[in-house]
């Protein structure tokens, strides 16, 4: 062992710091028991270094998940899984045609409503696994970001299709789109709301 002005280095163990005692300073170095402790210091009783050493090892009892966790967990999975498997097959139909052709309606509403939406609605869900590291104002953050970026990616792709077509709202597609654009104008003063709070 060797002395650093009021602490004591134990090279031998995992570089252990014992803080030492005024009083101890001043006086020789004594020889140390094979517990830790100076037989001369006033200092009072600490655990001995075998006592520390088996405490400092002791393997982390690991959390037991239960059955709905479990269910949690797959359930999450088969939804990414189907997200990722539509997103994929559906940007690899559209980005395989010429530029020209490209249907970026399907791929930026693909993105905007199904991707990143999706995602952000999931951030505050405590079975999602990329977001149970962070702090409740960090997944509102997420939740507020995901959601803007999906809705104005999503409107975007909207108005492209509006754009490129003269008659609209006439197939059953367009007649669903036209029930979200309702429910997405009637969100305006939520997101409003949330954005604010």
């Not at 037991?64 to 097959?89: D, H, S």
Request: aromatic share 8%; hydrophobic share 40%.
């Amino acid at each position: 062992m060797t002395r650093r002005g009021k602490f004591v280095v134990n090279k031998t163990s995992d570089a252990r710091i014992n803080f030492i005692s005024d009083a101890y300073t001043t006086q020789q170095s004594a020889p140390q028991r094979h517990d830790c402790q100076n037989i001369n210091s006033p200092a009072p009783p600490q655990i001995s270094c075998s006592t520390r050493r088996l405490a400092q090892h002791q393997p982390t009892p690991q959390p037991i998940l239960t059955f709905a966790q479990k269910l949690e967990f797959v359930l999450t999975l088969i939804n990414r899984m189907l997200i990722g498997f539509i997103t994929i097959y559906l940007c690899w139909m559209s980005l395989r045609l010429d530029r020209a052709d490209i249907p970026w309606h399907a791929v930026l509403c693909t993105l905007g409503f199904l991707v990143l939406m999706s995602e952000g609605l999931m951030a505050y869900y405590r079975g999602n696994v990329w977001t149970q590291v962070c702090q409740r104002p960090e997944k509102a953050r997420l939740h507020w970001l995901l959601q803007l970026s999906g809705s104005i990616i999503g409107i975007i792709g909207i108005m492209i299709k509006i754009c490129l077509e003269e008659v609209h709202f006439h197939t059953r597609h367009g007649i669903i789109v036209l029930s979200q654009i309702h429910s997405q104008v009637n969100m305006l003063p939520s997101i409003s709301y949330a954005l604010s709070s």
